[in-house]
């Protein structure tokens, strides 16, 4: 294992992994969603109660709850592949895509040290529906290490460390993974224009993902999900 690989690296190990185990039959999007969302639920019985310093590095709990997070970006991972989106999701390129967004949504100027439930009225999170972009024929491709660094210069450039609890992470990744889980609801199949709401709730899951495994000081994110993908492998391919 390394830091080298993308979050379309661990995307197709997840593909791998499912394909060894025989659970094609399995993963229907239904399914996985389920599942995502009992991951979600699962990581936040952890940051609910527990300190942060039984969390940390070190801490009491920290090697379970950095299991839950690695379940977390494995069911995302393994929901990407049964979309029925056309073509294949780059998240590497679609979480560049969603923090430059950010960036320019929510000026440091205007949001340091500052919610932006403390500058703007609350709503109720809809989902974002902006058109799921497709990406140049050239970009540069960040490790998952990267977007890791990327996404915590966002939160620190305006000061925001005192937002990004555990418990808020969990409680942000636990709203992503229900409008997800609103898109099936009474329905077999979301309808056409809900598929960026979906997507984009992924990679928000991803980012906040991200962010949690900061705060934990978790640096060695896509190992950790890698053994995670290789456990699911050693345990049941042996099964099916």
């Known amino acids: 294992m390394s830091s080298t690989?993308?979050?379309?690296?661990?995307?197709?190990?997840a593909k791998n992994v499912v394909q060894a185990c025989h659970w094609q039959a399995y993963q229907t999007p239904e399914n996985v969603v389920l599942f995502l969302v009992g991951e979600c639920a699962e990581l936040g019985e952890y940051c609910q109660w527990l300190p942060l310093e039984q969390?940390?590095?070190g801490g009491k709990w920290h090697n379970q709850v950095a299991e839950e997070i690695a379940d977390v970006i494995?069911?995302?991972l393994c929901l990407s592949n049964v979309l029925p989106i056309e073509g294949p999701l780059d998240f590497d390129w679609l979480l560049q895509?969603?923090?430059?967004?950010?960036?320019?949504?929510?000026p440091p100027g205007k949001y340091i040290g500052k919610s932006k439930y403390d500058v703007?009225?609350?709503?109720?999170?809809?989902?974002d529906d902006s058109p799921i972009p497709r990406h140049p024929e050239s970009h540069e491709q960040r490790t998952v290490a990267e977007c890791q660094e990327q996404v915590w210069k966002f939160v620190t450039e305006r000061k925001w460390e005192a937002f990004n609890t555990p418990a808020s992470l969990a409680l942000a990744v636990n709203v992503k993974s229900g409008l997800i889980a609103t898109c099936y609801q009474r329905r077999p199949r979301p309808k056409d224009n809900l598929h960026e709401r979906m997507v984009w709730a992924m990679v928000d899951i991803?980012?906040?993902?991200?962010?949690?495994?900061?705060v934990l000081r978790v640096d060695n994110t896509s190992d950790i999900v890698l053994k995670k993908?290789?456990?699911?492998?050693?345990?049941?391919?042996?099964?099916?």
Not at 231 to 240: E, H, I, P
């Open 55 to 57: 969390l940390k590095v």
């Open 97 to 106: 895509d969603k923090v430059s967004r950010d960036v320019a949504m929510y």
């Open 229 to 240: 993908l290789d456990g699911w492998q050693r345990r049941f391919a042996s099964q099916s």
């Open 74 to 76: 494995a069911s995302v």
């Open 120 to 127: 703007e009225p609350l709503t109720r999170d809809k989902g």
């Open 206 to 214: 991803l980012l906040t993902a991200l962010r949690l495994c900061k």
């Open 5 to 13: 690989e993308t979050f379309g690296d661990l995307s197709e190990h």
